[in-house]
């Protein structure tokens, strides 16, 4: 039987294609990075001279999902000028201009006198808040000086991504403090990095990006080479490791937070919303936390003449966009090709806005995503849902591991859990069994009359 593969987008969310180092060869380059899957590129900044890569690269239609940040490096502090903010501020018109940086401080090598650097970045923050753009920070051994900073100037409402990120606990607490993001690269994968692993290992998933910092800190894998976008994949296996999840389930909510934080508008690769009769169906994730063998997207990449596989994970507001007016549909489901409490905020915020519009929500689901990310989303959701849909598919553990091949053990009760908490949150509830799954169903009616739930056989 043959594996669904998603084909999600990666991203490089910090890279240096501007470098001359790249001068020869840029178009070997990114088509390299396209072949590994790598679509979306944003290019690091640090240098205000971006003359190539904006002409050759970012004016190119063809050179699709490229996108630059622009700053001055803390290196090259001692050259700013208001010529140079002049210059940060004509680039900022630019379509494919995310955010402002690299820039911060860097007391490793003092390139630059450190009372220059700090008014450098003072600038940098200013000119971010002035623009209302995210804001891309170079840290190395300076921490307590950058968030002193911020702290006098005011994080800027677009918010801050801590590139590179070599802190430790007490740094990564006062980032997430201001609802920061971090990137890390390449020295993620170095046998000597283990306390950043530990680090890194904490992060919140909804708050990480994945770089190259390329041609830089290539990863253990091709030490000693020129660092390129391409190579981004030896950093997301070593998250995928990390986290314990295939290395797709890191491309979809790398990306989704790179495009979250440098409001990038990116199309999904799949239709986010289906109607079949007269209920609207939400494709809102193809991640899952199980590998049935009777899964329908292990055959067709879609239902209805709709196609849903994804490449991109949708925002909420895309969601609502998308769906229109919920009065007009019977009931709007979370369904998908995946599956959904994965996505337990985006659930609770669309199901929300469905709710307080008339609607009425059900959600479909496996009953063990508590098992993927440590939240009870079914409760996190339970005031704005109506019904809740838990694919049993089978009468026992042995059986159920057998057809459903979850990702995590004890998947079996975990369902069962499942089944009683939202019983007990006074929500209707109701068990599937999926008749070709091939597992043997006598007593799966009587099952589900013993656990007081409705079934339904499809």
């Known amino acids: 039987m043959p594996e669904f593969k998603t084909e999600p987008y990666i991203t490089d969310s910090h890279h240096h294609l501007s470098h001359q180092d790249f001068s020869s060869d840029i178009e070997e380059v990114i088509g390299r990075a396209r072949e590994a899957g790598v679509e979306i590129l944003i290019e690091g900044g640090g240098e205000v001279a971006l003359p190539y890569y904006l002409k050759n690269c970012l004016s190119d239609p063809y050179l699709r999902n490229m996108y630059f940040c622009a700053g001055l490096h803390p290196h090259d502090a001692m050259n700013f000028s208001d010529s140079i903010l ?22 490793h090598y003092d390139n630059s006198p450190r009372d220059v650097q700090k008014r450098v970045f003072r600038k940098h923050i200013e000119l971010a808040s002035e623009l209302k753009k995210p804001l891309a920070i170079h840290a190395r051994k300076s921490y307590r000086d950058v968030f002193g900073i911020l702290e006098d100037e005011g994080v800027p409402e677009a918010g801050v991504l801590f590139h590179c990120f070599s802190g430790g606990d007490e740094d990564l607490a006062r ?135 994804l490449r991109v994970e949708p925002t909420p507001d895309e969601v609502i966009k998308a769906i229109g007016i919920p009065g007009e549909y019977e009931e709007i489901v979370f369904c998908g090709y995946g599956e959904p409490l994965i996505r337990y905020d985006l659930v ?78 006074n929500k209707e509830v109701r068990v599937s069994f999926v008749e070709s799954s091939g597992a043997d169903l006598t007593g799966a009616a009587d099952m589900a009359e013993a656990l007081g739930v409705s079934v339904r056989f499809r």
């Open 86 to 107: 002049d210059k940060l501020r004509s680039l900022a018109t630019h379509k494919r201009f995310a955010g402002v940086g690299e820039c911060g401080l860097d007391y």
């Open 175 to 309: 980032i997430l403090e201001m609802d920061g993001y971090i990137s890390i690269g390449g020295v993620l994968t170095f046998p000597n990095a283990v306390r950043t692993r530990e680090v890194i290992s904490s992060v919140p998933r909804e708050r990480l990006l994945i770089e190259t910092d390329a041609p830089y800190l290539a990863p253990q894998n091709v030490r000693g080479k020129r660092n390129e976008p391409s190579y981004i994949r030896y950093v997301a296996d070593e998250l995928a490791n990390l986290w314990g999840l295939p290395v797709e389930d890191v491309y979809f909510i790398t990306t989704y937070n790179a495009r979250v934080f440098f409001n990038i508008d990116i199309d999904h690769g799949g239709d986010i919303v289906y109607k079949l009769g007269d209920r609207l169906y939400l494709n809102v994730t193809n991640r899952c936390t199980n590998r049935c063998s009777f899964c329908i997207r292990n055959f067709r990449d879609g239902l209805g003449g709709y196609y849903l596989k």
């Open 348 to 425: 609770r915020e669309v199901a929300r806005y469905i709710k307080e519009r008339g609607g009425r929500v059900r959600v479909n689901t496996n009953g063990i995503a508590r098992l993927y990310h440590g939240v009870d989303a079914i409760e996190y959701v339970s005031n704005y849902v109506d019904v809740f849909s838990i694919s049993l598919n089978a009468t026992n553990g042995e059986e159920y591991n057998r057809i459903c091949r979850p990702l995590y053990k004890g998947a079996y009760k975990e369902v069962l859990k499942s089944i009683e908490r939202a019983k007990s949150l």
